[in-house]
């Protein structure tokens, strides 16, 4: 599905319209710049996804004040989470996020946080993406199977896996990885998934489970190949590589590209960045870009976010009771 340009612009100015003059509970738009927040460093998934999205906006004049990327990364999203979870007065209109699983396990780690991922105001599943083991392409392991015996090769703690923050994603795949095959792999918390790609990339460490966005370039460079993938089926970006459930395994593991508002968000607000959002999914470079990145997942927005958070936050429970973290 594409999307002319001339057409995309139309119907986003149709549909921001009619939100606007549907009637009081739609009459509402930004009044100031937007504070675009990502719960992670430069140049990682979370951060590439919203500068797309603030580009999109802008190209398309979706709205009269400018959406203002802001990276957040500190305390694996923490920084981000109370910075959200504290706006006051007219803030809480003008402040949203781009989110990670990190969402579910930051609060559940760190519960002097005092947040509540459940409260905050559901804006837009963009899409959920997806995660693939990764080496170098001097390592001489093309295989799950000849990985595994690296791993051993090097002792307990010898291997190195990078991963972004600490009790992530990437740390809970690596759990995965320990645990299925017996290693005892040391993971490497970094600030985003740019670095872990590059450490990965440099030698730093010897393998990550990135998303295909993080990893894409230097997989082009044919600098690190993925040798196995944790979805259902084969990525068609590395037809190659194999899924772990293909290999006697069967564990898929997504990661949620959302955006979320603030708590307490007025439901104008809410309803008008949902608008907006929609129109941005229908987009050609947002539809370019799931496929160029391997995302997967359609939109959700409300009630039906709400509930996709509530069987994630518990499926993310009971990871982290698994390796001890809560």
Known sequence: MTINKTVLAASAAVALSAALVAGPAAAWEPKKPVDFVIMAGKGGGADKMARLLQSVIDKYDLSSKPFVPVNKPGGSGAEALVHLNKTKGLAKDHTIMVTLNSFYTTPMRQPNLKVDPLTFTPIARMAEDTFCLWVHKDSGVKTVDEYVAAVKAKGDGGWLMGGTGKASEDNLLTNFLNRTYDLKIKYIPFKGGG???????????????????????????????PIACFTPERIGL?????????????????MQRSVVGAPGMSAEAAKWYQNLFQTVFTSDEWIDYRKKKALQGEYLTGKGLQEYWKVENDRHMKMLKEIGEI
Request: net charge negative; charged share 15%.
């Open 238 to 254: 590395f037809p190659d590589a194999p899924t772990f459930k293909e290999l006697g395994n069967d564990y898929s593991y997504f």
């Open 195 to 225: 670095g872990v790609a590059k450490a990965l990339a440099g030698g730093n460490v010897h393998s990550s489970v990135n998303n295909p966005s993080e990893a894409l370039g230097f997989y082009e460079a044919g600098t690190v190949l």
